[in-house]
Nanobody, 124 residues
């Protein structure tokens, strides 16, 4: 049974930092692609940053490059998103998503499973 549980969201002032955590079970990071996605009010869900460990691929959208960093935590099957220099435009519900690896497809492509989301609110 695949499960994804995201946590770490909250209210932060612009310029602040947060670390999101996604604890996954039911699959191995060695064989799957996993990443962070977000959905702001009135907007479509978009990929933020994803990783496919077995393919050695990482993707991060341009608007957060240099501010956000994805990594696999020291605890087994934990995915982290370190977010620095947060901006009001980063306000959204952040989800972790995952799927079995698909060689030739980017790590953010087509997640099959989703966590419940964690809300990040950045005040100006």
């Amino acid at each position: 049974d695949v499960q994804l549980q995201a946590s770490g969201g909250g209210l932060v002032q612009a310029g602040g930092s947060l670390i999101l955590s996604c604890v996954a079970s039911g699959f191995s990071f060695d064989d799957w692609a996993i990443g962070w996605f977000r959905q702001a009010p009135g907007r479509k869900r978009e990929p933020v940053s994803c990783i496919s460990k077995s393919d050695g691929e990482t993707y991060t959208i341009g608007s957060v490059q240099g501010r956000f960093s994805i990594s696999i935590g020291n605890t087994k099957n934990t995915l982290l998103l370190r977010m620095n220099s947060l901006e009001p435009e980063d306000t959204a519900v952040y989800y972790c998503g995952a799927r079995p690896r698909l060689p030739g497809w980017g790590p953010c492509y087509g997640p099959h499973y989703w966590g419940q989301g964690t809300l990040v609110t950045v005040s100006s």
